[in-house]
């Protein structure tokens, strides 16, 4: 099985957990992107769904999917987002696709998260990729040094050679050499930081149940 046909294998199975008639949570990437094209299979049985991207946004009302904004709607069943990164805890490592605010917001308004995502994204301890951070651009360099301090090492993520711009018309910085062994301490730490947006561990907002895209099949893995 290819890496796609292993993500189209996962975007499939999280069919399961949408919850008929109802808004449902979409994330950012290529596994979410199987997923929304799973979803227009059962577009007529669900209310729509809010999104953590322009991205995907775009590609929802593409297919024909009403896309709500977060403040129209109270909780949400279910959230379906992709990782970079997954621990044995359901702790992640996000913002591979510059949509980690957004995500962690929806996140946050969802009772559960269903990670999808292919085997490769398995880990024990998190920080081998390296780890994404938003934040205002005139606080860049002094975080930088600060997660130098702590022995990574930080670049401001480019875009054609111009620093990438999310949605929420900040930078973000990508600090690898990273091993993250207390990943809640980590993110509490890190959110205080002036000038941090998001930091691209979801601990606080962990994965409650993670499909995994294996040659054998998807696992089901509980948190
Ligand atoms: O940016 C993100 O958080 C995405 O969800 C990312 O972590 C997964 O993207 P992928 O499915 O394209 O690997």
């Known amino acids: 099985l290819t890496q796609d046909e292993l993500k189209a294998q996962v975007g499939r199975a999280a069919l399961a957990y949408v919850v008929e008639g109802e808004i449902v949570g979409v994330g950012t990437g290529s596994t979410v992107n199987k997923f929304i094209e799973a979803l227009a299979t059962m577009k ?8 953590s991207s322009v991205a995907s946004t775009e590609r929802l009302q593409a297919l024909g999917i009403e896309v709500f904004d977060s403040n129209a709607v109270d909780e949400l069943a279910v959230y379906i987002d992709g990782a970079d990164e997954i ?15 957004r995500e962690k917001i929806v996140a946050a308004q969802s009772r559960s998260f269903v990670c999808i995502a292919d085997a490769s994204k398995r880990v024990d301890v998190l920080g081998a990729f390296p780890l994404p951070v938003e934040v205002v651009p005139m606080a860049a360099r002094r975080i930088m ?5 702590m022995g990574g090492i930080a670049q401001v993520r480019e875009k054609e050679g111009l620093p990438l ?7 973000i910085v990508d600090v690898s050499g990273l091993r993250i062994v207390d990943p809640l301490g980590f993110e509490s730490e890190v959110n205080q930081w002036p000038g941090v947006v998001t930091v691209g561990v979801f601990a606080h907002q962990r994965a409650t149940v993670c499909l995994l895209g294996t040659p054998d099949g998807v ?3 509980r948190y």
């Open 44 to 51: 007529d049985r669900i209310r729509g769904a809010v999104s």
């Open 87 to 101: 621990d044995g805890h359901g702790f992640m490592i996000k913002g591979g696709g510059a949509a980690l605010t």
């Open 145 to 149: 040094r600060q997660f130098e301090r």
């Open 165 to 171: 711009v999310t949605d929420n018309g900040q930078h």
């Open 219 to 221: 696992q089901t893995l």
